[in-house]
């Protein structure tokens, strides 16, 4: 996977059916990723590293491609990957997993269970048990891996805007966010578009 030379548009939809893989002190959690959502940095009005602002919270942002970058929004953690050159803030969000490794486990970490267990950005990482200190580590050299070999394909891909972004303008609208057409994990799928798992991977 590129995460410095490619478009971060490109890699956010590469990242769909991808394995993700986190290790705790005790379970191996894993699943593919079925939704994820890019941020393009300094152009991007939704984006932390707009105009190039710069706090200690967004440092990771600004580091080399295949760094995480880890924040908290509403209790939430959230897990992004950095996908450009250091000193470039693009990214993309992980905002959705279809569970392999670790269900039952993912069951009690969240409280949830079926589709509810990992359709969300926040959901996901909580079922994962993934801490915040994850922040500023470079993925594969921690505990957070992907494995792009044992990998799936989707069948189709949708593009759409972005879920949250209010009143940024073009930027709330713009279709930047990619999704695994049908598949059940996906955050705030319609039941009625709902297919078996199976069915949306190649």
């Known amino acids: 996977m590129d995460f410095i030379n490619q478009l971060t548009t ?11 893989i986190f290790q705790d002190e005790l379970k191996t959690y894993s699943g593919y990723i079925v939704e994820t959502e890019a941020y393009l940095g300094l152009k991007d009005k939704a984006a932390h590293g707009y ?30 990957f950095v996908t450009r050159p250091k000193g470039v803030p693009e990214g993309v969000l992980i905002r959705a997993i279809e569970p392999e490794d670790g269900i ?42 992907i494995d792009i070999k ?24 713009k279709p930047l966010r990619y999704t695994v057409k049908g598949n059940p994990y996906v955050s705030r799928m319609r039941k009625s578009e709902f297919q078996h798992p199976d069915d949306t991977w190649k």
């Open 104 to 145: 039952e486990a993912m069951k009690q970490n969240r409280g949830k269970s079926g589709f509810e267990l990992t359709n969300g950005p926040g959901k996901w990482t909580k079922a994962f048990n993934i801490p915040r200190a994850i922040d500023g580590s470079m993925l594969n050299d921690c505990r957070l891996s």
């Open 150 to 173: 044992h990998r799936k394909y989707p069948k189709d891909i949708i593009e759409s805007g972005r879920i949250g972004i209010p009143n940024k303008g073009e930027w709330t609208h």
């Open 51 to 80: 105009k190039g602002k710069q706090t200690p919270k967004v440092t990771s942002l600004y580091k080399n491609g295949g760094t995480i970058y880890a924040h908290v929004m509403h209790t939430h953690l959230l897990i992004n």
């Open 10 to 20: 490109q890699t956010a939809q590469n990242l769909l059916g991808v394995k993700i």
